[in-house]
């Protein structure tokens, strides 16, 4: 098929035509000018070019990427007088006429050129990369200056492996527009697959100026260009000593030939596999592992059998374990082994399969490989483009193992943790494999591995950020059933471990109480009551997390509140709010706040047991926007109490709710609750007036009235 030619002559051709749409348009501008000089001196210019393009007889197209409008050479066909005595608006109305005819044209070619480019669309979707090379080609016959197809064609050439054809098609797509992504992309890739890893770079870079929202995409170009220009000169390398005669290559290549031969024993492939396995100790040993084949030994039909047998043999299982260790042993720190082991079917597919195969010594090998991959971003990338759905279920069963096998599956789960793919293929068996799973782990949790379950309790917690698996678990009473037993069983005394499966639980349930349902309402008063018997636990960490419990459980259920006021919750509060640190006296403010909205009994016993409501006024001074916000809710609701207003005289509560009320608060309800407690507070003892004169205040009293006949 045609092909745009790629020399000199080509490109001052394209330069000269950029150049003449800028004549042309100054002189269609000069045209139009009101300025009746600068209209006669493009006149005669006009005039001019067109007598030089009668004597030259040149016909020029369009070819050009912004105005393709060229003065029509029809023109010079005009009479020599009337030319001569043509007016302005005369050339005028002939250039726009001519115009019109060539944007009439580039029109009809312009859908003969979209007719085409589906046309190879459609043959490059079926494979026929050939034929679609030849429609993107015709396409551009029509139209030249279409982006589209030379980065489709480009495409094309990539798949033929045509690549320095590929690369000119990604040029004149960027002549075409400058900011062509794909144009950028595809060069990158043409330059990759030559090799040419600076310019790849380049490219990939250029990708990134145009779009910075497309980080993720340069990183994972870059990482590949790195990856192959490692393993050009660990291969390089592996030649140059091969060629000096290294034992290692010939133990190697030995190895292999032995694995590969048929009808041996299972256990003549299992030593043989064990040899291979500490040859393969370093990284040139890896490299000569890689470019003599040793992924494909799973072709040898004893070994492959052995692998993926549902129910081993100890013969086999020995054979998989020594499988395990060889390829533990070629691919730790090298990327580019540990592509080609994911890349074998089999060994994709067998991985939860080994993980799950009730043998102690296949698991804790196949652990171990895994960690390979997910301790490092670049292996966490190829373990998510794998069917991930099962793993979150299998991982989270060995916290009953008793052994090291379940601090490893949870140190994988805590690395995949946070791949969006990852926590995107966990929705597919949460709530038929994982929640029941789950449950049944909390309600056994003296009888495992309770450090293991605590960290998975967490991990789990983690999960919850994505909203559609935080509403399934928060709407599952056997969830919330198996979370109250875990914290029913944790006495004062309790183990180390236990309590921190109660700190995992708590923070869990923090979690879930982001959602509101009728699970959660129906649960909040055991919930309530479970929390309140944990405010005595000698870990600050666990009372702090009871405390935030409290604050989000109670707002679901009236009935709640009433049970914790029955249990001094007022007083507790207040005990924390006088000795507590920040984050438990954000909790517990809030829990107050909750209280004395809807209870006249919590605001008579805050009163009662804040005395001149000293507390309450000293978190009003908080850094902390939500405590502030918070301490002036409870302040305002005591002071619908007679006399709450009069025992504040003498005190500094008019400065600090006028500070907050007219002050900058991201949040505004610090500012609408301060200036209703600041307009009940006057209303309440108009003394306090007197020394909002003083400050000046009267200005936001007044806007904050709104504030308080909403209240």
């Not at 379950?453 to 059933?481: H, I, K, N």
């Not at 047991?609 to 000293?614: H, P, Q």
Request: charged share 25%.
């Amino acid at each position: 098929p045609p092909a745009m030619l790629r020399d000199e002559d080509t490109e001052a051709d394209f330069q000269r035509f950029l150049r003449r749409v800028d004549d042309v348009t100054n002189l269609l501008q000069g045209l139009k000018s009101p300025d009746s000089a600068v209209q006669e001196k493009a006149i005669a210019e006009t005039e001019k070019r067109l007598r030089e393009q009668g004597a030259s007889g040149e016909e020029e197209e369009s070819r050009t990427t912004v105005n393709r409008t060229l003065i029509n050479t029809s023109v010079r066909a005009f009479p020599s007088g009337t030319k001569a005595g043509l007016s302005s608006d005369g050339f005028l109305a002939a250039l726009e006429k001519d115009a019109q005819e060539r944007a009439q044209r580039r029109r009809r070619n312009e859908q003969l050129a979209n007719a085409l480019k589906e046309q190879g669309n459609e043959a490059f979707r079926a494979g026929d990369f050939a034929l679609a090379i030849q429609r993107y080609s015709e396409g551009l016959e029509k139209l030249r200056d279409k982006q589209e197809l030379y980065t489709n064609r480009a495409q094309a050439y990539l798949k033929l492996h045509e690549y320095e054809k590929a690369i000119s098609d990604c040029e004149w797509a960027l002549k075409c527009n400058k900011n062509c992504l794909k144009a950028c992309f595809l060069m990158g890739k043409a330059h990759l697959a030559l090799q040419h890893f600076p310019e790849s770079r380049q490219c990939y870079e250029k990708m990134l100026q145009i779009d910075p929202q497309k980080e993720n995409l340069f990183r994972e170009c870059v990482d590949e260009a790195r990856l192959q220009e490692q393993r050009l000169r660990d291969e390089q390398r592996a030649e140059r000593e091969a060629q000096a005669g290294s034992a290692a290559a010939s133990s190697i290549q030995e190895l292999l030939q032995r694995i590969s031969s048929p009808d041996q024993h299972i256990l003549y492939y299992a030593g043989a596999i064990r040899l291979l396995a500490e040859v393969v100790n370093s990284c040139t040993g890896q490299t000569f592992f890689r470019t003599n084949n040793g992924f494909s030994m799973l072709r040898n039909q004893a070994v492959r059998g052995a692998f993926c047998a549902e129910s081993k043999s100890p013969a086999e299982v020995e054979l998989c374990v020594s499988l395990l260790l060889l390829w533990q042993a070629a691919c730790a720190g090298n990327e580019e082994n540990q592509r080609l082991l994911l890349a074998q079917p089999e060994v994709s597919a067998q991985l939860p399969e080994l993980l799950s195969s009730g043998t102690a010594q296949i698991q804790r090998e196949t652990l171990a490989l895994i960690s390979l991959y997910s301790e490092h971003e670049s292996g966490r990338r190829l373990l998510v483009r794998q069917d991930l759905s099962r793993w979150l279920q299998i991982l989270m069963a060995f916290v009953k193992s008793t052994d090291a096998r379940a601090d490893s599956a949870m140190n994988i789960l805590s690395d995949l943790i946070g791949e969006e793919r990852f926590q995107r293929q966990c929705q597919a068996t949460f709530s038929t494999g994982v929640l029941p799973l789950f449950t049944q782990l909390l309600v056994c949790a003296r009888q495992v591995q309770q450090a293991a379950l605590a960290r998975g309790v967490a991990l789990l917690g983690s999960l919850c950020a994505d909203v559609g698996l935080r509403a399934q678990l928060a709407r599952s009473r056997e969830c919330w059933q198996a979370c109250l037993e875990l914290l029913d069983g944790c006495p004062g005394a309790s183990s180390p471990g236990y309590q921190q499966c109660v700190f995992a639980v708590l923070g869990l349930m923090m979690n879930l109480l982001l959602e509101s349902n009728g699970t959660v309402q129906d649960f909040a008063v055991p919930i309530s009551g479970r929390c309140l018997a944990l405010l005595s636990h000698q870990d600050g960490r666990i009372v702090t997390r009871a405390i935030g419990v409290l604050s989000r459980v109670l707002p679901a259920s009236p009935a709640a509140v009433e049970e914790v006021l029955k249990a001094g919750v007022v007083k507790k509060m207040l005990k924390f709010l006088k000795a507590g640190g920040q984050l438990t006296c954000s909790y517990a403010i809030k829990t107050l706040s909750i209280c004395t909205k809807s209870s006249r009994r919590a605001q008579e016993e805050l009163l009662k047991g804040d005395k001149g409501l000293r507390v309450l006024l000293r978190l009003l001074e908080s850094e902390d926007e939500l405590t502030v916000g918070n301490a002036a809710f409870c302040l305002s609701q005591c002071l619908l109490l007679p006399r709450a207003a009069s025992a504040l005289l003498g005190s500094s509560v008019v400065q600090l709710l006028l500070r907050q009320a007219g002050g900058d608060a991201r949040r505004t309800s610090v500012q609408q609750n301060s200036a209703i407690a600041l307009g009940r507070l006057c209303v309440a003892e108009p003394r306090h007036m007197q020394q909002l004169r003083k400050l000046n205040g009267l200005a936001i009293l007044n806007s904050s009235m709104k504030y308080l006949h909403s209240s």
